[in-house]
């Protein structure tokens, strides 16, 4: 965040949200101590592409497992940490938040969603697939997003080759946009 605030990075890509979940859960779990993620590139107003990627687990130590783990279910990530599944309420909350804090973006800004999970473990049968909270993602960005805002969502997983591709390309068209941007103000 103190980099993009003194100018250091003029763009993002930021596609694993997941120390979201650690701000949301009260600077819970093992991503803590990356709260206001998202408000520096939207308040600086550099080209931003977002992807809500893993927003949907918290990744916890053994001693901080909540006490309704079981309820939740989780998955060892190694022998110190799981990730462990959040509700659709919480998985809905930082969309909210996510929205919130985009909407403040004073520069070319992108949300892009694979439809097909936020994740590894998140094809279809897995531990994380979750197509309807997903479903319902998409209702709040395209209802809440400010209209600069582009929102694009893809049949695609996290996870294929495919979705990181689309990453790519879409980044380059924001910053030829952006570098246009320069050029024409200049």
Known sequence: ?????????????????????????GDYGYSKGADNRLCAAAEMGI????????????????????????DRGYVWHNQDLTHTRLYESEILDITHTIVERL?????????????GGLRTMSYPGEFFYKPE??????????????????????DLNFCDPEFADICAQ??????????GSRKESA
């Open 1 to 25: 965040e103190s980099m993009i605030r003194e100018g250091v990075i003029s763009a993002v890509m930021d596609l694993s949200l997941h120390e979201m979940t650690a701000e949301y859960l």
């Open 47 to 70: 080209p931003a592409l977002i992807c809500p990627g893993g927003i949907d687990f918290a990744c916890l130590r053994k001693e901080e497992l909540l006490k309704d783990e079981e």
């Open 103 to 115: 909407n403040r973006s004073k520069g070319k800004t992108e949300v892009i969603l694979p439809m």
């Open 133 to 154: 909270t997903i479903q319902k993602m998409r209702q709040i960005f395209e209802a809440d997003l400010k209209p600069e805002i582009v929102f694009k969502a893809y």
């Open 170 to 179: 879409e980044m380059e068209a924001l910053l030829n946009e952006a570098e």
